[in-house]
C-alpha cells in the first residue's frame, strides 16, 4: 500500500516495483526512480498543533524540525545508495495553475559522490481535456464537439467585454460598506454576493465556521463591555485589568454554555486560553489597558444607515450607504477612536474601507453628543490571527492621511460598481481557495491576456 492505494504485491524478480521511500530502502535494485521531490511534501511539512505550541513540544521530547530534517536527508543518502545501476531523481514545475517549488533536499544531490547527469522533460498533454484546451488540432472529435469547440474558439479570440465581467452602467444604490470593500478583494466576488445575491455554500464542518466562530466572539466582546459600562465601571487600565479579566470571564462561560457540547472544549480555548497559550479575552483586555486616553463612552455595535458626505478625488460627495463597526470610543477632548474585532487577519492596508469609512460617518452623525464635536483620532483592526494583535489603520501616514484615502477607495469602488465592471480580478490569488462562489466564477481567463 502506497498512501492511500493498494497495489498487487509483486511476483518474481524482475520488473518494476513501485515502492513507497520508507519501503524502498530496505530493497535491491538495477535502477531506482525517486519521484516527487516537491517542497512540503519531501520531508513532509509538520502542521502546526493548534493547541501545543512548538516550545512546548520540544520540552516534552518532541522532534524539533532540525532533527526532522536530519533523519529526512539520511533517508535520501541511503535511497540514492540504492542502485546497482543508474538513480534518476525528479520533480516538477507547474506554469499559472500553482506554484511548486522543488524539495530543499535536492540540493544534497548535488553533494553525492555520484555522476550527475541533469535532464529536464517537456511533457505534453496528459488528458483529453488538457488536448482539446491546447492541441485542438490534434484530437479527432464528432461533429457535435467539433462544432462547440470551434464556437468556443472563435469567442475566445473576440473576447467582448460583455463576456469579460462588464454588466452596463448600474443605478447609484445604498452600499453596504463591507460589501464595497468585498468588492476591493475580487469584483466578481461582489457581483456572485451583492448584485446575483447567491447564497454561500453551506458549510458542513463538524466545527464552528470562522463565520459563526466571528460572530460568537463578537457576542462575548459586545456583551462585556455592556456589562462593563452598564457598572459604571469606567476605563480598564491596569489597575483594574483583573476585575475586567474576571467579568470577561464569566460573561464569557454564560456564552460557551449556549454552544453545542462538541464545540465548547475548543472555543473556550480559544477565548479564555490555556496553561500553553493565551486567549482573545486576555489579549483584547491587555490592548484595552494600554491604550492612552480616557473613554468617556463606548458605543457597541454602532449601527450606521443613510446619506454621508464622503470626501472623493473631486471633491465632497453624499453617498448612501449602511453598516455596523463594532466600536466607537468616544475619548476625552472631542476624539474618537473606531475598532474592528478581525477573528483573522486584518485586511490589506490597500483595501481597509470599514474603519475610515466609519470613522468619517460617525463624526458626521455624533457631532454634539456630549455637547461637542468629533474627530477621529485613532482607528484600529484587533485582529487575533495577527501576531501583534492591534492593527492600526495608520501604520505609516497620520490618521487624517489614512482616513481620506480610505474615502478615496471607497468612492472609487462605487464608481466601478456604478460602471458595471465586475471583472474575476482577485486582489490575491490565493482568495481564490477560500472563495464561496467557485463554481460560478469564470476565473479560467485569468491569465489569457
Ligand atoms: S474564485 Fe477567485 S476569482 Fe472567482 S470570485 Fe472567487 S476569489 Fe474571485
Known amino acids: 500500500m502506497i498512501e492511500g492505494a493498494t497495489f498487487a504485491a509483486p511476483r518474481g524478480t524482475g520488473g518494476v516495483v513501485l515502492l513507497d521511500a520508507g519501503a524502498a530502502r530496505y530493497g535491491v535494485f538495477d535502477n531506482v526512480f525517486l519521484v516527487g521531490l516537491l517542497d512540503g511534501e519531501w520531508p513532509e511539512r509538520r502542521r502546526q498543533s493548534s493547541l501545543y505550541p512548538a516550545s512546548l513540544l520540544s520540552q516534552l521530547g518532541w522532534s524539533r524540525d532540525i532533527e526532522r530534517l536530519r533523519a529526512a536527508r539520511a533517508g535520501l543518502a541511503d535511497l540514492l545508495g540504492l542502485a546497482t545501476g543508474r538513480v534518476s531523481v525528479s520533480t516538477v514545475a507547474f506554469e499559472d495553475d500553482a506554484v511548486v517549488a522543488g524539495s530543499a533536499l535536492l540540493e544534497d544531490v548535488a553533494d553525492t559522490v555520484l555522476p550527475l547527469t541533469p535532464e529536464s522533460f517537456l511533457l505534453g498533454p496528459v488528458t483529453a481535456e488538457a488536448g482539446l484546451a491546447e492541441l485542438p488540432d490534434a484530437v479527432t472529435l464528432p461533429q457535435e464537439p467539433l462544432e462547440w469547440l470551434s464556437l468556443r474558439r472563435s469567442r475566445a479570440t473576440v473576447a467582448p467585454q460583455r463576456y469579460r465581467g462588464a454588466t452596463g452602467p448600474r443605478a447609484p444604490a445604498r452600499y453596504a460598506v463591507s460589501a464595497v470593500e468585498r468588492y476591493l478583494s475580487g469584483p466578481f466576488k461582489y457581483f456572485a454576493s451583492s448584485v446575483l445575491r447567491l447564497g454561500e455554500e453551506p458549510d458542513d464542518e463538524l466545527i464552528l465556521s470562522p463565520r459563526t466562530r466571528g460572530r460568537f466572539v463578537h457576542d462575548v ?24 479579566r474576571a467579568m470577561a ?96 487577519h486584518a485586511p490589506a492596508r490597500g483595501q481597509a474601507l470599514q ?5 468619517r460617518c460617525a463624526e458626521q452623525e455624533l457631532d454634539g453628543r456630549h455637547g461637542t464635536a468629533w474627530e477621529v483620532d485613532s482607528a484600529a483592526y484587533v485582529a487575533f490571527g495577527e501576531a501583534r494583535a492591534w492593527v492600526p489603520l495608520d501604520r505609516r501616514q497620520d490618521i487624517a492621511q489614512a482616513v481620506s484615502q480610505g474615502q478615496q477607495r471607497f468612492l472609487a469602488a462605487v464608481d466601478e460598481i456604478e460602471r458595471g465592471q465586475f471583472q474575476v480580478r482577485p486582489s490575491e490569488p490565493y482568495r481564490c481557495v477560500y ?15
Not at 464622503?310 to 449602511?322: I, T
Not at 474603519?355 to 470613522?359: A, K
Open 221 to 244: 466582546f459586545r456583551a462585556f463591555f455592556a456589562r462593563w459600562q452598564e457598572d459604571g465601571s469606567g476605563p480598564i487600565d491596569v489597575e483594574r485589568l483583573e476585575e475586567a
Open 249 to 344: 470571564r464569566v460573561t464569557a462561560e454564560e456564552h460557551l454554555a449556549t454552544l453545542p457540547p462538541r464545540d465548547r472544549a475548543v472555543e473556550r480555548v480559544w477565548v479564555l486560553g490555556s496553561p500553553a497559550g493565551t486567549g482573545v479575552i486576555d489579549r483584547l483586555l491587555t490592548l484595552e489597558a494600554d491604550r492612552p486616553g480616557r473613554v468617556v463612552e463606548r458605543l457597541l455595535e454602532y449601527r450606521f444607515d443613510g446619506e454621508y458626505q464622503l470626501e472623493g478625488k473631486e471633491g465632497p460627495r453624499s453617498v448612501r450607504l449602511r453598516g455596523i463597526v463594532d466600536r466607537i470610543d468616544l475619548l476625552e477632548g472631542g476624539r474618537l477612536r473606531v475598532i474592528d474585532y478581525k477573528t483573522g
Open 435 to 449: 472563495c464561496e462562489y467557485p463554481t460560478v466564477c469564470r476565473k479560467d481567463y485569468v491569465g489569457d491576456d
Open 355 to 359: 474603519l475610515p469609512v466609519y470613522g
